[in-house]
Nanobody, 123 residues
């Protein structure tokens, strides 16, 4: 059974930082690309960042470039999202997702999803 469990969300003031973690079980983590997505109330889910199976390639949405960093630790079956200089518009439920390693990063289509963790940024 594949499980993705996010943690690290919370309430933070604008300009602050949070680090999200996603622990994966039930699949060979080192062979899977990982992604972070978010969904704000009343909005569609959007991609935030992604990292390929070898950590040799990453993707960032324009809205988070220079502020967020995605990384992974294959020994711990964990993917991280370091979020700095947070803005109120970053408020959303953040989800991690997994897919079997793809030849190209895009399209960002993933097969397994976590339950999400809430991030709230106050102004």
């Amino acid at each position: 059974q594949v499980q993705l469990v996010e943690s690290g969300g919370g309430l933070v003031q604008a300009g602050g930082s949070l680090r999200l973690s996603c622990v994966v079980s039930g699949l060979r983590f080192s062979s899977y690309d990982m992604g972070w997505f978010r969904q704000a109330p009343g909005k569609e889910r959007e991609s935030v960042a992604a990292i390929n199976w070898s950590a040799g390639s990453t993707y960032y949405a324009d809205s988070v470039k220079g502020r967020f960093t995605v990384s992974r630790d294959n020994a711990k079956n964990t993917v991280y999202l370091q979020m700095n200089s947070l803005k109120p518009e970053d408020t959303a439920v953040y989800y991690c997702a997994a897919r079997w390693r793809a030849r190209e990063m895009r399209p960002l289509e993933f097969d397994y999803w976590g339950q999400g963790t809430q991030v709230t940024v106050s102004s």
